[in-house]
C-alpha cells in the first residue's frame, strides 16, 4: 500500500507511460491494468494493484473513450448533485458525499476496480441523486371553492 503522495507519483507516472503504449482500447478491465503497471513499474519489491486514481486507471482499463465514460458520469452525477441542493438537508448530504468520493478518486480508484464498500456507497448516491432529478413534483392544488352567485341582473 502507497501511504505517501511521492509513492502515488510514481504509480501515476508509470501508469502514463503505460497509457501511451495502448492509448485507445487500453488494458482490460482490473488484471490487464495490472500486467501493464508490473510491465512499466522499476521496483521489484511490490507491484501496484491499480493505477491509485480513478480516471487513471480507467484510461488504463479501456483507453480514451473509458475516461470519458467516467468523467461524464462523475461530472452529470456533481452537477445534478448541485442542482438538487436546494431541495433540503438529505439533497446537501449527497452532494457533500459526493465532493468526498471525487476528491478520494483522485488518490484512489471508487467504481473502476472491483466492486468495494466506496463503489457501493457511490452508486447508491448516484442512484438516489438521479432519482432525485427525476422526480416530477406535482403541483399543489388549491382547494378554493368557487361560490356562483346569480347575478344582479339575471332574471328566471
Not at 427525476?134 to 341582473?153: K, Y
Request: net charge positive.
Amino acid at each position: 500500500m502507497i501511504a505517501s503522495l511521492d509513492g502515488k507519483s510514481q504509480v501515476w507516472q508509470a501508469s502514463y507511460q503505460a497509457f501511451t503504449q495502448r492509448p485507445i482500447i487500453g488494458y482490460g478491465y482490473i488484471i490487464g491494468v495490472k500486467n501493464a503497471l508490473h510491465d512499466q513499474w522499476l521496483y521489484s519489491h511490490w507491484t501496484p494493484p491499480s493505477a491509485h486514481n480513478e480516471f487513471l486507471q480507467a484510461l488504463l482499463s479501456g483507453g480514451i473513450s473509458a475516461l470519458v465514460l467516467v468523467v461524464a458520469i462523475y461530472e452529470v452525477t456533481l452537477w445534478t448533485a448541485l442542482r438538487n441542493s436546494k431541495g433540503g438537508p438529505g439533497p446537501i448530504l449527497l452532494l457533500v458525499i459526493l465532493a468526498q468520493l471525487t476528491a478520494k478518486a483522485l488518490v484512489a480508484t471508487v467504481m473502476s476496480t472491483l466492486f468495494s464498500i466506496v463503489g457501493a456507497i457511490f452508486l447508491i448516491c448516484f442512484i438516489a441523486v438521479v432519482a432525485g432529478a427525476n422526480r416530477r413534483r406535482a403541483p399543489a392544488r388549491s382547494r378554493s371553492f368557487v361560490t356562483l352567485e346569480p347575478s344582479p341582473n339575471h332574471t328566471t
